[in-house]
T-cell receptor, first 114, second 114 residues
Framework: AQSVSQHNHHVILSEAASLELGCNYSYGGTVNLFWYVQYPGQHLQLLLKYFSGDPLVKGIKGFEAEFIKSKFSFNLRKPSVQWSDTAEYFCAVSSSGGYQKVTFGIGTKLQVIP | NAGVTQTPKFRILKIGQSMTLQCTQDMNHNYMYWYRQDPGMGLKLIYYSVGAGITDKGEVPNGYNVSRSTTEDFPLRLELAAPSQTSVYFC?????????????FGSGTQLSVL
């Protein structure tokens, strides 16, 4: 069974600081990887995803993530955070092929202080 | 497009009561899902459906039932509400593709069982 581990449950940063949120997954086969974001009072929405090709994936609002297969990792990064990035971030994984059940991590709450 | 619509947004139930959470999508997506989100636990899959007339259990199906008579609708039923079912419930839909599952989420239903 696939699983996702997010290392940081609550992160507090000042504006303009750099961000890296860790995500590791366990699954023996080929995977698709996702980061979803949930802004306060809103529903989850896709930030970025990886399914093949360039392991460095760029998403919306200046976010990027790098898939490192050897480390089973898909860390989310942003060079300079803004107050509007305050949200909860979920890493997710699905297996490639067939029915692609999506498994989520427990989430990381990011608080950006102006 | 409305996307994924969930009703109600909030509900308080007494122990032992029953209710149905409604979910409808207008994107003609084959796949639909019910997740529950608990603090510090991330999202857990309750049930999913790959098409009308086909449903299957997720990680935490106990205490819930679903049906999928049409492509658009995927209601979630709680028969005998218990305090452990206090949670935020999200319905989602997706369409399978080579790019991996992008989930479209509803705005959620906050349920309290007292």
């Amino acid at each position: 069974a696939q699983s996702v581990s997010q290392h940081n449950h609550h992160v507090i940063l000042s504006e303009a600081a750099s961000l890296e949120l860790g995500c590791n997954y366990s699954y023996g086969g080929t995977v698709n990887l996702f980061w979803y974001v949930q802004y306060p009072g809103q529903h989850l929405q896709l930030l970025l995803k990886y399914f093949s090709g360039d392991p460095l994936v760029k998403g919306i609002k200046g976010f990027e993530a790098e898939f490192i297969k050897s480390k089973f990792s898909f860390n989310l990064r942003k060079p300079s955070v803004q107050w509007s990035d305050t949200a909860e971030y979920f890493c997710a994984v699905s297996s490639s092929g067939g029915y692609q059940k999506v498994t989520f991590g427990i989430g990381t709450k990011l608080q950006v202080i102006p | 497009n409305a996307g994924v619509t969930q009703t109600p947004k909030f509900r308080i139930l007494k122990i032992g009561q029953s209710m149905t959470l409604q979910c409808t999508q207008d994107m003609n997506h084959n796949y639909m899902y019910w997740y529950r989100q608990d603090p510090g636990m991330g999202l857990k899959l309750i049930y999913y459906s790959v098409g009308a007339g086909i449903t299957d259990k997720g990680e935490v199906p106990n205490g819930y039932n679903v049906s999928r008579s049409t492509t658009e609708d995927f209601p979630l039923r709680l028969e005998l509400a218990a305090p452990s079912q206090t949670s935020v419930y999200f319905c989602a839909s997706s369409i399978p593709g080579l790019g991996g599952e992008k989930l479209f989420f509803g705005s959620g239903t906050q349920l309290s069982v007292l």
